[in-house]
């Protein structure tokens, strides 16, 4: 399943949670350039038609994602394009020391590091983004984790809807993303599915998880936890906020992890579901004040 995603789509997105939360509205015009620009990335590299990796299904069938132990230089000038085009956003996002700052730019503007980085963002190599954010004096490291997932993710999902229909007819029944094995930013029941006539085929509702960094959506069990896979109902929770049911909070008790959750029937025009994100923090907070962990920590809902 495709996800929406482009320029317009998010500008409209970050317009609806300002008129619906005016708390928001600062938050979300801060974010705004960078979204924008990641989005405006994603269909240049797409339109580039470059490299795809190979799916190889005896693999993905083990539960190893598509990316995993795949050489990702061929991607390293996206990589490094993306890169100097984002970090004067992520400058104004993050408000870092300036002199930290160029090191950083310089070290990004270099194959070998961001190829590394990369590596280690799908490896979950943590160590080697403590190290090397201890080396350019950027911390705390989920800083500079930040800074690469920002900069990789347009590059990645041009890489995913370059795979395009193969990737839904993988059989992949994991809580992490086939693709590059990170863990979902948010969870969806499907849109009502549209004819060409414009007549409704289906219902919907079908639940997708959606990747925090490549933006790829997989289908995934309804009634199951994607951090720990428990699907006993009893130690599964949800809970919404001033009866607005549409977006909730799915979390499980025995992991102690929670996932956002969008109903997309109820959502006309389709969000963005990155951008979307910004107007749910309230729901952030109120998991957190329940003792629940995001199962996708990011800028935002990582509230410590
Ligand atoms: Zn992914
Ligand atoms: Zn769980």
């Not at 929406?4 to 998010?10: E, N, P, S």
């Amino acid at each position: 399943m495709k996800s929406v995603f482009d320029q317009k789509t998010v500008a409209a997105t970050l317009d609806t949670i300002k008129h619906r939360v005016p708390a928001y509205a600062e938050l979300a015009d801060k974010f705004r350039p960078l979204f924008v620009e990641q989005a405006r990335l994603r269909g240049e590299f797409v339109a580039e038609e470059g490299a795809l990796p190979p799916i190889d299904t005896a693999r993905t069938n083990q539960g190893v994602p598509v990316l995993v132990d795949v050489d990702l230089s061929p991607w390293a000038g996206n990589m490094k394009r993306s890169a100097a085009c984002l970090l004067p956003q992520l400058f104004d996002v993050l408000k870092p020391d300036e002199e930290a700052w160029r090191k950083l730019e310089a070290f990004l503007d270099d194959t070998d590091n961001i190829v590394g980085l990369a590596q280690a963002r799908i490896e979950g190599n943590w160590k080697h983004f403590e190290d090397t954010s201890v080396q350019l004096g950027i911390t705390p490291y989920t800083t500079l984790l930040y800074v690469a997932e920002t900069v990789l993710s347009p590059v990645l999902r041009a890489l995913v809807e370059g795979l395009g229909e193969p990737l839904s007819k993988l059989g992949w029944d994991e809580g992490y993303c086939p693709v590059c094995g990170a863990t979902p930013s948010i969870a969806q029941l499907s849109p009502k599915e549209i004819t060409e006539l414009d007549q409704l085929v289906g219902g919907g509702g079908k639940k997708f998880l959606h990747c925090s960094l490549c933006g790829h959506d997989w289908r995934y069990k309804r009634n199951a936890c994607p951090a720990c896979g428990n699907d006993d109902n009893d130690s599964r929770e949800v809970f919404y906020i001033d009866d607005v049911k549409f977006e909730r909070i799915e979390a499980c008790h025995k992991c102690g992890k929670y996932c956002l959750s969008i109903d997309m029937r109820e959502c006309d025009p389709l969000p963005d579901l990155d951008a979307v994100q910004i107007g749910l923090i309230h729901l952030d907070i109120f998991a957190r004040e329940h003792d629940l962990i995001p199962i996708s920590p990011t800028i935002w809902n990582n509230l410590d």
